[in-house]
């Protein structure tokens, strides 16, 4: 069975630069996670998505960061413009349903210059 | 709010030693409790996990974590440590409301000593 996939795997831009990642679940995963971990931190959840609908985004910070689930399947999070402050790894997950075992993907490491 | 403290930033014991990571959590009503593992370069992966029912949980690798509401803890424990078990170790706590939403602790890691 396939993992989680994530692209790319890592990233450099400037700040004030947009970025995107793209995230392809587990087939058949209906949730489906998006996670920010700075180093030295645990991830911390920025949206959490059933199906196409969110369930949770409450932090994600709106002003500058996206994300979208079209069709219940992959997903994209952009950070429109970037700071410093997101240089992170940006770690996809996915579950069959919200109380079932999360399955992490490689993550994408971004670095804001 | 949910919030996880994981006191042990980085620990060190030798092969073949015993293991204990301490986690303490704050949730206002029975949580959902995990650990997971994170090996450099590769993604997290669940230790194990506590719902309800029996407070000593095992879990893959030889683990295994007992929840204890009176201390708000959910220790993670391994009678014999591998040199491959050197990796980072977060504690996560969710709620009932939505198990899907986790709070992580900040990590502890683990040193491996031959």
């Known amino acids: 069975e396939a993992g989680v996939a994530q692209s790319p795997r890592y990233k450099i831009i400037e700040k004030r630069q947009s970025v995107a990642f793209w995230c392809n679940p587990i087939s058949g995963h209906a949730t489906l996670y998006w996670y920010q971990q700075i180093l030295g931190q645990g991830p911390k959840l920025l949206i959490q998505?059933?199906?196409?609908?969110?369930?949770?985004d409450s932090q994600l910070p709106k002003d500058r960061f996206s994300a979208e689930r079209l069709k219940g399947v992959d997903s994209t999070l952009k950070i429109q413009p970037a700071k410093l402050e997101d240089s992170a790894v940006y770690l996809c997950?996915?579950?069959?349903?919200?109380?079932?075992?999360?399955?992490f993907g490689p993550g994408t490491r971004l670095l804001v210059l | 709010a949910q919030s996880v403290t994981q006191p042990d930033i980085h620990i060190t014991v030798s092969e073949g030693a015993s293991l204990e990571l301490r986690c303490n959590y704050s949730y206002g009503a029975t949580p959902y409790l995990f650990w997971y593992v994170q090996s450099p370069g590769q993604g997290l992966q669940l230790l194990l996990k506590?719902?309800?029912?029996?407070?000593l949980v095992q879990g893959i690798k030889g683990f295994e974590a007992e929840f204890k509401r009176s201390q708000s803890s959910f220790n993670l424990r391994k009678p014999s440590v591998h040199w491959s078990d050197a990796a980072e170790y977060f504690c996560?706590?969710?709620?009932?409301?939505?198990?899907?939403?986790?709070?992580f602790g900040d990590g502890t890691t683990l040193t491996v000593k031959p």
């Open positions: 996560a706590v969710a709620g009932n409301t939505n198990a899907g939403k986790s709070t």
């Open positions: 506590y719902f309800s029912g029996d407070t």
């Open positions: 997950a996915s579950s069959l349903y919200q109380q079932e075992t999360q399955y």
């Open positions: 998505f059933q199906n196409n609908g969110v369930v949770d």
